[in-house]
């Protein structure tokens, strides 16, 4: 059984960071993408960020310019790297890793971790 465990939500003024991780464990054979969502009270939930496995990204333009994503394939760990936060940035933010294990296939979620930018 694979898990993610998130860390690093927390409260952060306007124009702060903060760095997200994302640690998947567990009896994985490969690793595709890794994703970032987030989803604000009373919205659906979006996606923020997401890095293949040869380190391409791509961002909602909300956040392009403010936030990086990158990922430590031997750690199999995902970062979100986030400036200049602003209120709207206020969510719950998830992980996601799509690959494969040994006999199928691999989409897991992580618990998610609150992030809350406020003065």
């Known amino acids: 059984q694979v898990q993610l465990v998130e860390s690093g939500g927390g409260l952060v003024q306007p124009g702060g960071s903060l760095r997200l991780s994302c640690a998947a464990s567990?009896?994985?054979?490969?690793?595709?993408?890794m994703d970032w969502y987030r989803q604000a009270p009373g919205k659906e939930r979006e996606l923020v960020a997401h890095?293949?496995?040869?380190?391409?990204?791509n961002y909602a333009d909300s956040v392009k310019g403010r936030f990086t994503i990158s990922r430590d394939n031997a750690k199999n760990t995902v970062y979100l790297q986030m400036n200049s936060l602003k209120p709207e940035d206020t969510a719950v933010y998830y992980c996601?890793?799509?690959?494969?294990?040994?006999?199928?296939?691999?989409?897991?979620w992580g618990q998610g971790t609150q992030v809350t930018v406020s003065s």
């Open positions: 567990g009896s994985i054979f490969s690793i595709n993408a």
């Open positions: 996601r890793i799509v690959g494969a294990v040994v006999g199928g296939g691999l989409d897991v």
């Open positions: 890095i293949t496995s040869g380190g391409r990204t």
